[in-house]
């Protein structure tokens, strides 16, 4: 408030001195008009303020950011100049085309040597560790001949943000017009041989000169073989990038054909062969669909154009080509020198007298197993989908026979064997819990391995257990006879108690001696503290040592025992017997 008043106080003409002095306060209907104006000023009814420069004031803007400061100027009017970047503060910086400039200074060559230069070769601008010129037997500084020139003093370039990112700072067009000059050389040459060699072949006969009417009229004679090699050389010359074919295609302009070398343009993206959401996912990053996109469509993989990644990997030789090379590896760890690259013959006929054999063996095992155990005709026997002429297999038709859903992918199995039923049982081991124990469902038998007795078991199971409900206090009277190895495995564990009892005596009787000596040790310790205690007591509290009633160790259990012993309760009738 004080600033704006301050502000708004200070005359217009102004004294020709600042005066620091903090001006009167406005009167409260200066005040009210003073606010009145603002409001009109907001509104677009009064014109804006204008600050010293000429410029209008936003009325918007709060009086704490257009007003300046009282103690820098009080005599100042409200203005923006404070708030904007101030000019005497301002980095500068170089323009864009300035550079260091390379070389060394012109029209500048010293005869004698000149005090403060380098020592080896006389230049003002280094000294002699800095110097790059090859080291010489006796320096300038005592020859005074051969003083090399000053190089260019490099100035402090300092650039802004776009100045040093300029990639072509610094850089010599001129430097360009050299390559330019090379290269036309380099064509001034070539067609020069050109010309040499054909006025060789005119000289020699070898080559016509082409005066006939076929040539004059536009035609091409049929032994113009030389002229065509003329031109073939002429196309196998090096071109320039001007002069090369546009990225994928070849354009002939005898044959008037376009080549193309990229894939087809019309080629379906792997993403928009199926839209359905649920479909094959698709692999941005990699641009791999492994699934078929056509799965659920009730195509088949071989007719469609794409039928996913994992249909060409899986596909063909791929798989004979993955067993073969497994195949090289196993051999190769048992002996075998075989290898896919280099002796694939060598390797698939030992692979096919492999597989010879392996069927041949497993052919007599199998025989050799059914004479000794029999059971051909389970092995002959029908799968069960045609024996029950049913599936678990769930799969949906639209009304036109297509397949909208089919079989879900199989869930993963354990290693272990699942739902296999023994003895009779239509269910598995564990899937009946009663009272802690584990059991069949079907005869509710807490016995594994036992033969099913179904319903009748659980009849047996819920009798026995309403029995045990009421008579639960028998259970206590009764007591199983035990047997010999039970009564065997007791007299065990009691003979090991007792040797564990005399073992731990033992040791109990040297702990304890020596739980004694250092209790010994801390009762002398405790009367010893007592004693010099008491002296410490006493004498004058000016007199006493520094922090000798102060400890910082942590007491152990044998001297916390001793304190006990000898510590004097006020309330003990014995106290004062103590002493004596």
């Not at 798989?319 to 195949?327: N, R």
């Amino acid at each position: 408030m004080a600033s704006g008043a301050v502000a708004n106080a200070a005359p217009a003409g102004g004294a020709s001195e600042v005066s620091l002095e903090e001006p009167k306060k406005m009167t409260r209907e200066d005040w009210r008009k003073k606010k009145e104006l603002e409001e009109q000023r907001k509104l677009g009814n009064a014109p804006a303020e204008v600050d010293e420069e000429g410029k209008d004031i936003n009325p918007h803007i709060p009086q704490y950011i257009s007003s300046v400061p009282w103690y820098i100027d009080p005599s100042k009017r409200p203005t923006l100049k404070h708030q904007r970047p101030q000019p005497e503060k301002q980095k500068q910086y170089n323009s864009s085309g300035d550079w260091y400039k390379r070389g060394v200074q012109e029209n500048s060559v010293a005869t004698r040597y000149r005090k403060g230069a380098c020592e080896n070769c006389g230049a003002l601008t280094h000294k002699k560790k800095d110097c790059m010129e090859r080291p010489r037997k006796v320096g300038a500084k005592y020859t005074g001949m051969n003083i090399a020139p000053d190089e260019h003093v490099q100035p402090q370039l300092m650039f802004d943000y776009d100045g040093k990112r300029d990639r072509w700072n610094g850089y010599n067009p001129e430097e360009h017009m050299k390559i330019v000059e090379e290269y036309s050389k380099v064509d001034l040459a070539k067609r020069t041989l050109k010309a040499q060699k054909l006025q060789e072949e005119l000289a020699s006969g070898k080559l016509e000169q082409v005066n006939s009417p076929r040539h004059q009229w536009g035609e091409e004679e049929p032994n113009s073989q030389t002229e065509r090699d003329h031109n073939s050389e002429d196309e196998d010359e090096d071109k320039y990038a001007d002069d090369i074919d546009m990225p994928g295609q070849n354009f002939d302009s005898k044959r008037r054909i376009t080549v193309r070398n990229l894939r087809i343009r019309e080629d379906i993206a792997k993403y928009l062969r199926n839209l359905d959401p649920n479909s094959a996912y698709y692999d941005p990053k990699t641009r791999a669909m492994r699934e078929n996109p056509y799965a659920n469509t009730g195509k088949n993989p071989d007719e469609v154009g794409y039928a996913g990644d994992n249909f060409v990997r899986y596909t063909g030789d791929t798989i004979s080509m993955a067993q073969t090379q497994l195949f090289a590896w196993e051999a190769y760890d048992k002996g075998s020198e075989v290898h896919l690259q280099a002796d694939p013959t060598k390797l698939e006929l030992l692979y096919k007298s492999f597989k010879v054999k392996k069927e041949d063996f497993k052919a007599q095992q199998k025989e050799s197993i059914l004479e000794k155990y029999g059971g051909q005709e389970h092995l002959d026997a029908p799968p069960a989908e045609l024996l029950l002429a049913q599936t678990e297999d769930y799969v949906e038709y639209s009304r036109h026979g297509t397949v909208i859903k089919g079989q879900e992918k199989a869930i993963a199995c354990s290693k272990y064997e699942e739902d296999v039923k023994i003895n009779n049982h239509t269910s598995i081991w564990g899937s009946y819990w009663k009272e802690g124990k584990w059991g069949y469902k079907c005869c509710h038998s807490f016995v594994k391995y036992s033969y099913c007795t179904g319903e009748a078991g659980k009849e047996i199971a819920n009798t026995e257990a309403s029995l045990l409900e009421e008579q639960p206090g028998e259970e206590e009277h009764m007591t199983k006879p035990k047997t010999l190895m039970e009564i065997h495995q007791e007299k065990q564990k009691e003979k090991k108690k007792k040797k564990h009892k005399k073992s731990s005596n033992s040791d109990s009787e040297g702990e304890e001696k020596k739980k004694q000596e250092k209790l010994k040790k801390a009762l002398n310790a405790e009367e010893a503290r007592l004693l010099h205690v008491k002296e410490i007591m006493q004498l004058d509290e000016r007199k006493r040592p520094y922090n000798s009633q102060f400890e910082a160790r942590e007491p152990t259990e044998e001297e916390m025992e001793a304190y006990r012993m000898k510590r004097q309760r006020p309330d003990d009738p014995m106290a004062s017997f103590l002493g004596q």
